[in-house]
């Protein structure tokens, strides 16, 4: 990697109250913004994309992330999180609530989670078209997080709006965690790189394992390969997911699981996957 080239995370979160079960000693710091701060600053990480999730006490989540981004300007890029699958209905429109929001606020994305339970398909409703045509206007991006079952309509919401960068959280949720092998659930999700606005986060690593804690997950290699060989490290971007790869790896694991399971891409490769790509969408 060019040394004057520093990495930029493009998943990572913070919380004002950790949100997860078991609970912590540590509730108020443990996935705090200046937690994440401290993790970029000691791996000399440029940047970061927080992806806004308001779960468990955090409903004022995409509040604390943009003043996060107003403390940290260039450092912190906040993506609040819109009309994910938890999100309580306020019986405003989508679109109006995004106008809503970037009437007091500049921001470059916006975060969307689909449930496990869904098949996708409101993606594509007039409403929600909407919402995404604003999005698509302003070269925003969609952060969203998909499982592979969701792979057609995300096709068909790519195809619809040519304009809106989507891009896909955790190799697009491939994970150990579903009955489908790892590569069924990579044969799934291959077929987004037909829609050239459709980009993919290499993140969540220990998703992959059964033994989430298994740095450097050799046993999953051909996966994240086979990604870097499908898509391209033009669109593939580096994420930590930090704080919620705690317990399991360290942020700089989360990084090194790169170099580990890609040990042989070009100095130009590494940097798109580090960096690079994530830059280029931020400036499109």
């Known amino acids: 990697m060019n040394p004057d080239v520093r990495p930029f995370d493009s998943h990572a979160h913070a919380w004002r109250r950790w949100p997860y079960r078991p609970r912590v000693p540590d509730p108020d710091t443990r996935g705090s913004g200046d937690a994440l701060l401290h993790e970029m600053q000691r791996n000399n990480i440029a940047s970061a994309v927080v992806v806004g999730a308001a ?20 450092k912190i890029f ?5 009309d994910s699958y938890w999100t309580q209905s306020t019986g405003a429109s989508p ?20 449930s496990d339970d869904e098949d996708g398909s409101r993606l594509l409703d007039r409403q929600r078209g909407a919402a995404f045509r604003i999005a698509a206007s302003r070269h925003m991006i969609l952060s969203l997080g998909m499982r592979p079952h969701h792979v057609p309509k995300v096709l068909a919401l790519a195809g619809k709006h040519p304009q809106l960068r989507v891009l896909c959280h955790h190799l697009a949720g491939i994970t150990s965690r579903r009955p489908a092998s790892l590569h ?11 829609a050239p606005n459709v980009f993919l986060k290499l993140s969540g690593f220990p998703y992959l394992a059964p033994e989430p804690w298994k740095f450097p997950f050799s046993e999953q290699a051909d996966v994240v390969q086979a990604g870097y060989e499908v898509f391209g490290a033009n669109r593939l971007c580096w994420g930590s997911n930090f704080p919620v790869i705690d317990g399991a790896i360290t942020y700089r694991q989360s990084l090194e699981v790169i170099r580990s399971l890609l040990p042989n891409i070009s100095d130009h490769d590494r940097d798109a996957l580090l960096g690079g790509t994530m830059r280029s969408l931020l400036n499109a």
């Open 55 to 74: 779960i468990d006490a955090n409903l004022r989540n995409n509040n604390y992330l943009l003043a996060l981004q107003q403390r940290w300007p260039g």
């Open 78 to 82: 906040a993506f609040p999180d819109h």
């Open 95 to 114: 679109a109006h609530t995004l106008e809503s929001l970037l009437a007091k606020y500049q921001f470059s994305g916006i975060s969307l989670y689909l």
């Open 184 to 194: 069924d659930q990579l044969d799934a999700v291959l077929p987004l790189h037909e």
